[in-house]
């Protein structure tokens, strides 16, 4: 068997990177994961004794906290030995714009920029093959012609998180020369179960209320937004990871589908289908924030990286009711599971 690669996550507890770790591990690669476990750490608990596994308690705003997690007195059981990171995975920010507002604008700048060009500075002083950076379709903010968006389409971010995002963005296309090579990926809008799930993404949310309220309130109901389920991103990473470097060196992909374009109006539908008893009830009000309506193309990671997502919305909403039916998850109100709220607590 050959010698397991090494990939570092930041923000490896969190709802993405809590299942990327399970991904790697799977696939026989070694993790460390960097968390200041704001959310809790417990996403991580079924990990601690795998051989494979590693968790130190960091922040990456810390000048530092890269280089000196990889050293056996900063690590959690020591992994002495252990070759330095093949790849980095920077998951690690203030994310989305309530929790981007919640914090303010220095504080969003340096956890979602200043951090990413410390990450990556450390990753390429390391001599890491591949840093991956999780971005958004924010970035894209409202449609000028209604066409389907592509990574040349114009940015028009609408929140101070897409704002940082697009800077970090900047900062590695910079770097595409670097030992290290930097891709991006613009996530769609994340839904489904993972071992730190999230409600306060529209689909989880939406899910939820309708379970617990049996009621749903809707705002910019005609509204597009494009959607992807979170193991499907995971798999996107992973499909990151094995690429030729060739084909992600300096590059921004999309990550989603192109059935994952639906009105909120159409998931509010799909909804109905698992939980009929629901009450819908719109209302015409308009407010700041990430003000999206876009359709997305997901043309190029389909083509350049073979790419295609496997789980549609409606298994998210399978699941995410079964989770709440079998009490699989028993207090879904609790702030952790949101990430504004609990930031402000």
Not at 68 to 83: C, F, I, N, V
Request: glycine share 8%; with cysteine.
């Amino acid at each position: 068997m050959n010698e397991s690669r090494h990939a570092l996550i930041t923000g490896g507890a969190g709802y993405i990177g809590s299942l990327l770790t399970s991904e790697l591990l799977r696939a026989n690669w070694r993790v460390t994961v960097l968390d200041s476990l704001l959310f809790g750490g417990e996403s991580l608990v079924g990990f601690l004794h795998h051989p494979n596994f590693n968790f130190v308690k960091t922040d990456v705003t810390e000048p530092r906290a890269v280089r000196d997690a990889l050293t056996s007195s900063r690590s959690t059981y020591g992994k002495a030995g252990w070759p330095k990171p093949d790849s980095v995975i920077h998951l690690a920010a203030i994310v989305g714009f309530p929790a981007c507002q919640a914090v303010g604008r220095q504080a969003a700048w340096r956890y979602n920029v200043e951090a990413t060009k410390q990450v990556f500075e450390q990753a390429s002083a390391l001599g890491a093959g591949r840093f991956v950076f999780a971005s958004t379709y924010s970035n894209y903010g409202l449609s000028t012609d209604g066409k389907p968006v592509t990574e040349e389409s114009p940015l028009n971010p609408q929140s101070l998180y897409a704002e940082t995002k697009i800077a970090a963005e900047e900062f590695l296309l910079a770097q595409k020369d670097s030992v290290t090579a930097p891709l991006s990926f613009r996530f769609a809008t994340l839904y489904g179960i993972s071992p730190r799930t999230r409600f306060d993404l529209i689909i989880n949310q939406f899910v939820l209320d309708a379970f617990t309220k049996r009621e749903l309130i809707i705002y910019q109901r005609g509204y597009t937004r494009s959607f992807v389920h979170v193991r499907d991103v995971v798999r996107g990473i992973l499909s990151g990871l094995d690429a030729p470097e060739q084909k992600i060196r300096g590059q921004i992909f999309n990550l989603g589908t192109d059935s994952g374009n639906y009105t909120k109006d159409e998931i509010v539908q799909l909804i109905l289908r698992r939980m009929p008893q629901t009450i819908v009830d719109y209302k015409d009000l308009t407010f700041g924030g990430d003000m999206r309506d876009i359709s997305v193309s997901f043309e190029k990671i389909k083509r350049e990286l073979g790419f295609e997502t496997i789980l549609n919305v409606d298994d998210g909403i399978r699941e995410l009711v079964f989770a709440l039916k079998s009490g699989l998850i028993r207090n879904p109100q609790d702030e952790k599971y949101r990430n504004a709220q609990f930031i402000v607590q």
